[in-house]
């Protein structure tokens, strides 16, 4: 029997249902007070981020990007008393204004949401997300088909390999960076070092994954360039760039793995 029973057309059910659908509401109308107000004042996210924190990052990604549109598209929903487990996919899309060259957000998620009937109202009191993929395309780069692999979950201190795939625009130069940048606030700028895309267009770099107890993020950096020639001289213009980012969730060694495998080495 499972812990959890599965409701389709209950009271709870349609509760549910629509405080996420108010979610979506509220963060497409920027409404923040009404937005957090969805969120038990114990929230706490598979990164660590407790409400306070969740909430400084919901103000900077809503300042940094204008008209953000969210969706959600809930595949399933379990019950058990005053509990529910929601397994959802998410989507946000957004036009980013430049001063040379407008850029498009993107991002989508497969996510896993818990809430908690608290004095009658549904709160979402925890989250995690299982794969999320993000890109920041400006100019050219824009309609580039990029693909960026990565494990979605790997054990903490694992080597692992990270690929970027694309095809530059005809009669252009791409170079490209892959860095690894643990999942914190405020989040640091990661060390690129570009490097001219091979002629299969694959880059690929190891990594190993951090043992800090965090997630990680895979930050794959490009340009496009092309060549003006002049005469004897050559000039590079930039005509576009962008970021594509995959999440990397780390699974932290137990404290018994850890003796374990400090016991085998002693032997």
């Known amino acids: 029997t499972p812990v959890f029973n599965l409701h389709l057309f209950n009271n709870d059910t ?48 809503w300042q940094s990007y204008d008209k953000i549109k969210y969706g959600i598209k809930i595949k399933n ?16 899309s957004a036009i980013i204004p430049d001063k040379n060259m407008n850029g498009v957000l993107r991002s989508e998620a497969d996510s896993v949401y ?16 299982n794969s999320e993929n993000t890109s920041m395309l400006y100019g050219d780069a824009r309609d580039l088909d990029i693909k960026l692999t990565a494990p979605h979950e790997i054990e903490a201190g694992v080597e692992y390999t990270a690929s970027l795939e694309f095809t530059p625009p005809e009669n252009s130069i791409a170079i490209a960076s892959i860095a690894s940048d643990k999942v914190e606030y ?21 990594f190993i994954s951090n043992t800090d107890n965090v ?12 060549a003006d020639i002049n005469d004897l001289s050559i000039k590079l213009s930039l005509t576009g760039y962008g970021y594509q980012i995959t999440r990397v969730n780390v699974k932290q060694k137990t404290v018994n793995e850890g003796i374990k495998k400090a016991d085998d080495k002693d032997k």
């Open 14 to 61: 349609r509760e549910v249902k629509s405080l996420l659908n108010s979610q979506v509401r509220y963060a497409n109308r920027n409404n923040f007070k009404k937005f957090i107000n969805t969120y038990d004042k114990n929230y706490v996210n598979s990164d660590g981020f407790d409400l306070e924190t969740y909430s400084d990052i919901v103000k900077d990604v």
């Open 77 to 92: 929903i379990e019950i058990k008393d005053d509990c529910a487990i929601v397994s959802l996919d998410e989507t946000s």
């Open 114 to 129: 818990h809430l908690k009937k608290v004095d009658g109202k549904w709160k979402v009191t925890y989250d995690a997300v």
């Open 186 to 206: 405020p989040q640091k700028q990661a060390k690129e070092v570009f490097r001219k895309l091979p002629d299969d267009n694959i880059l690929e770099r190891l």
């Open 215 to 226: 997630n990680e993020y895979i930050i794959a950096s490009i340009g496009i360039t092309k």
